[in-house]
């Protein structure tokens, strides 16, 4: 069993680089499949565990996908797109595997999804997907586990207006839309920075996709999509995580990368609590006094405050004076790090949607598990300040969505490694024969 020790008591200081974002990648990997001819080149692509399954879920579709980790850079051509079924093995590791049914509806006219299910944080309905893919004319069925939608000729544009402004929602009919005969209007879209990098990688790709990181964006179909060349933008919530190590060990770390405008709901809180943030090129200085104060803070669709952020908050938020609250508004189970953060002397009482975190907890090290992805880095970030050592196991949930995180908080002085099982899992692609292969990230530690 992989595990993450931490020794905590070490100041962070230095300079660190974020990678290409997780929540943005996985989107325009699901759009490649739009391109009836030519190649896509898709650059900072993080070698993620995540990646390498909505790769996997591409490849069964018959698109030939390459992954050149050392570059970070995939190439995708989906001229050959056969098949119409996302395999139950990828899509129940990962829910953004749904992603795909948008472009495969729009594409081939059909698309047999597993029903993704919900996951540790919330049941994580896809209504809102359904609901716009039926607005476009399409039939939707759902049996045996499968979500199977299909239209006769092409879908239609017409006007759709989401019930909650869901990301994957927004995305999915965006896709599925570039292809539609006329013009769909979707209201009470999401806003995040990841649906405008997929906005853009469309619109690379010869779609019309106006609006996008406002509540409305309007798609004008076109008859076909070719491949196109893009950069992925920076992970903000890696960048967050980073902001918060700095913050917690009141260290002074350069985040290198990392783009202030997509990061205004953390960066305004890190300043409410006495974190200084200076705007530098190409990145951003977070350091601060040993004093930090206590804040409230609530989750909300962007440009509020990241849900995906709120348990790493709530790590600093111990080591600040007096009482802050987080109120979580996006998920209805996102508080299962609470009990873990107990273990390590925490205390933190939950009222409803909401947690009450004492602060200046004298936090001590002991063995805690990941329950989900940011809870995985939140729990790093207390054993960054625990006195002894905190062992973090599950390590799969943080292998989804960190690149190399340990060694990145090892540059910066913390007293962390990895150990892992001698299991080297290399998982070697169709091109194994020009010697390129996807490695995971959790093949990457084994290798380390
Ligand atoms: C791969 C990816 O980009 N994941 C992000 C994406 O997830 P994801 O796209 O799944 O999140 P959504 O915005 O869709 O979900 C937000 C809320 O809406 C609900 N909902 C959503 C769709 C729907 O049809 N019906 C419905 O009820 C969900 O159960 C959830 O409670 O946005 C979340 C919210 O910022 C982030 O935490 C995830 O990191
Ligand atoms: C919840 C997250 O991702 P996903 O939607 O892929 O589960 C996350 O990135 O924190």
Redesign the pocket.
């Known amino acids: 069993m992989d595990k993450i020790i931490i020794r905590g008591g070490q100041r962070l200081s230095g300079k660190v680089r974020v990678h290409g974002a ?2 943005a990648v ?1 989107p325009i990997i699901a759009a490649s499949i739009l391109a009836e001819d030519g190649t896509s080149i898709i650059h900072e692509v993080p070698s993620l565990d ?1 990646v390498y399954t909505i790769s996997e879920v591409i490849r069964a579709l018959n698109v030939n996908i390459k992954y050149d980790s050392k570059a970070e850079t995939l190439t995708v051509d989906a001229s050959n797109l056969s098949e119409v079924e996302a395999p139950y093995e990828w899509v129940r590791k ?3 595997s749904f992603l795909v049914m948008g472009s495969l509806l729009a594409r081939k006219g059909q698309a047999r999804i597993p029903l993704p299910g919900g ?1 540790a ?1 919330g049941s994580r309905g896809i209504d809102q997907h359904l609901k716009g893919f039926e607005a476009m004319g399409a039939k939707v069925e759902i049996g045996q586990g499968y979500i199977l939608a299909s239209v006769d000729g092409r879908l239609k544009g017409t006007k759709i207006y989401l019930d909650i402004p869901s990301v ?1 929602a927004t995305e999915n009919i965006m896709m599925a839309a570039t292809l539609a005969e006329g013009t769909t209007v979707i209201e009470n879209v999401a806003q995040e920075p990841e649906i405008v990098d997929l906005a853009n990688y469309l619109n690379a790709m010869g779609a019309r996709v106006r609006g996008a990181g406002t509540d409305t964006i309007r798609i004008e179909g076109v008859e076909r999509l070719v491949g196109a060349v893009h950069s992925v933008i920076p992970d903000r ?1 890696e960048a967050g995580t980073f902001m918060v190590a700095a913050a917690i060990t009141r260290g002074d770390v350069f985040i290198e990368n990392a783009i202030v405008d997509h990061l205004k709901p953390v960066v305004a809180k890190l300043r409410e609590m006495g974190v200084v943030i200076d705007e530098e090129e190409n990145g951003v200085r977070v350091y601060c006094n040993p004093e930090l104060k206590c804040v409230d803070v609530k989750t909300l669709p962007h440009p509020g405050f990241p ?2 952020m709120q348990a790493q908050f709530m790590a600093v938020m111990l080591s600040a004076k007096g009482s802050s609250i987080i109120t979580e508004t996006v998920f209805e189970n996102r508080f299962m790090h609470v009990d873990e953060f107990k273990r390590m002397g925490a205390n933190i009482k939950i009222e409803g949607r909401s947690s009450i975190i004492s602060g200046e907890a004298h936090l001590t090290g002991a063995k805690v598990k990941a329950t ?3 809870a995985g880095a939140a729990l790093i970030l207390a054993g960054l300040i625990a006195e002894g050592e905190t062992e973090l196991t599950e390590l799969h949930h943080i292998d ?2 960190y690149v190399d995180i340990v060694s990145k908080l090892r540059g910066l002085g913390a007293n962390i490694e990895r150990h892992s099982t001698p299991v080297v899992q290399l998982v070697k692609d169709e091109s194994e024969k020009s010697g390129e292969m996807v490695v995971t990230a959790s093949s990457k530690a084994s290798l380390a």
């Open positions: 997780k929540n996985l995540d990962m829910r953004a996951c944080i994957g919530i849900t995906d989900d992805l940011r989804r969505g």
